[in-house]
């Protein structure tokens, strides 16, 4: 079913599953996107800023995207973002780390020009199986306003 | 060699390579991490509004990434974010379509309270083969500030 935009409220939560990141698929992703010595090689990690491999923030990303659209909050509709404001890596993820996410609906804004479509705001939180903040993140998602008629 | 904070200067551009995001890329990012019709599926994306398969656009922020990286800007001192602001997909990309990205260096911050690491704010544009800028972000970059025996 899909959801239109009102049919969210400031406040409205969701948490999605978690997502165990294993060791080979950081190291794929890092090879293919960030291929820095602290995401790929152990003993270059151990002498870098976080003392041990780490996998790419941008992974973090990606993963908490995959979550999302698996939780299905948005099913249908189609998380569809045009920005993502404050994106923060607070603490780093390490290989077999298993993550979840938390959202909060913190704005919902039709677009002034354009009935039939506005603004979701979502602050989104990914967090590690010892609930650490791990990333934060305001996304700022597009969705349909319910036509007259459904 | 390694580059410091003050290696940086408010107004100093990049420029890196282009990047060839083929369709077969495309599609095994989404399956892993957005896995979303429109990044999967040629009939149901050109049902949506994006009218045509697009990639994710997480996939444009990870090789925007791969670019800086490879780029060597900051080789051996690394490229390690501690965020991203104002975050913004501006235009689709569409698979086989070829990336490269442009940066300008826009603050350097020293951290008060470390004298030996600061933060480079980094305005960065992805451009496709058109010259159209698809993505554009804020990058909040950790540097080391020089020591003084260097």
Sequence with gaps: MARYLHDFNVGDTFETVSYTLAEEESLAFARSYDPQPFHLYAGEASRSIFHDLVVSGWQT????????????????????????DELRWLAPVKPGDALHVRGEVIDVRPWPGNPSRGT???????????DVVVM????????PVRP???
């Design 120 to 130: 979701l705001r979502v602050k989104v939180i990914t967090v590690n199986q010892d």
């Design 61 to 84: 990303a990606a993963v908490t995207m995959r979550l999302i659209v698996d939780s299905g909050v948005l099913r249908e509709t189609g998380v569809i973002g045009t920005g993502i």
């Design 136 to 143: 934060s993140q305001v996304a700022n998602l597009i969705l």
């Design 148 to 150: 007259a008629h459904v």
